[in-house]
């Protein structure tokens, strides 16, 4: 298992390492280019994670995943566009649609205030992530962030540093921004340290973290997971289901793509693809849930 996530890093970073080169080559253009059939063609990046089933690398690089072959069923029903899916990093992603080199993005992305300012995304979101708290088994009362804040107040706790803006970084700061007398606290990190975590709470570096169900299934239940060594010392908790969004460049697409968008992927949800989508990657359908969106 250690060989195949090694194998999938490596295979990210090559692709990473092109994508940022491509980007470098001249000044790229935030504009949709037209396909040969006539469509209007849409880059979209896509974080191809190690330890999720959003969109990942299979057995032959090829990318898949819930969310990937979610987008590729809304691509087949939207004849005006087309859709072509490039591998990459988590922040490859931002910085591509920043500079034009994407017009769209796929990494498992929350809503937060600062990406509804910034990007194009919409209605209707594409996955849902299950949030859930990190701990050794003997803290498996913190159920919620009110009792980590309150045993950090008692016992110094510490919780894991987070990436400022990053998606699950935001459920926290709409908890302490809501309860200013009661707050977690926590430092804030220069990098993604969403797979970090994983390491640091079951060797004991820090006592509290966040961790999504998906990545609590693949690599701490599943007998073949990175991480499966340290599941019987730990608790995964769950606190929150949040919705997750593909995001597009405002200067690169329409509100009539939005549209269309929204439209193709109610249509996907209505007649039950989507939760078989969800159910054949997962395990479980995340669509038949109680979503929210930390913004509302």
């Not at 087949?76 to 859709?83: A, G, I």
């Not at 340290?193 to 820090?206: C, E, F, K, L, M």
């Not at 998906?214 to 929150?240: C, I, K, M, R």
Request: proline share 2%; net charge negative.
């Amino acid at each position: 298992m250690r060989k195949e996530i090694l194998r999938k890093v490596l295979a990210v970073a090559s692709v990473a390492a092109l994508m940022v080169s491509a980007a470098g080559c001249g000044s790229a253009s935030s504009k949709a280019s037209a396909s040969d059939s006539g469509a209007t063609k849409l880059r979209i990046g896509v974080n191809v994670s190690v330890s999720g089933k959003n969109s990942y690398l299979d057995e032959d690089d090829n990318i898949t995943g819930s969310t990937v072959e979610l987008l590729r069923l809304v691509d087949e029903k939207l004849d005006d566009y087309e859709f072509e899916l490039v591998g990459t990093s988590f922040d490859d992603v931002f910085v591509g649609l920043d500079t034009g080199n994407y017009q769209g993005g796929e990494a498992n992305c929350f809503l937060t205030a600062e990406r509804i300012e910034k990007y194009a995304i919409p209605k209707e979101n594409i996955c849902a992530s299950y949030i859930g708290i990190l701990v050794k088994k003997e803290l498996s009362d913190l159920t919620d962030f009110s009792k980590v804040a309150q045993a950090q107040k008692e016992h110094g706790y510490t919780f894991y540093p987070m990436q400022a803006g990053n998606g699950l970084t935001y459920p926290v700061e709409v908890y302490n921004e809501q309860n200013p007398d009661n707050q977690i606290v926590f430092d804030y990190s220069s990098e993604n340290t969403n797979s970090d975590v994983q390491a640091w709470i079951p060797t004991g570096r820090y006592d509290i973290g966040l961790c999504l169900y998906s990545t609590w299934l693949n690599n701490f239940q599943n007998e073949d997971g990175a991480y499966h060594e340290y599941v019987d010392d730990l608790a995964w908790l769950p606190v929150q289901i949040v919705g997750v969004y593909n995001l597009f460049d405002k200067d690169a697409v329409s509100q009539e793509f939005l549209d269309a968008y929204d439209a193709a992927l109610k249509e996907i949800k209505a007649d039950g693809t989507a939760s078989k989508v969800s159910t054949e990657f997962f395990g479980y359908d995340v669509f038949d849930s109680d979503i929210k969106n930390l913004t509302e």
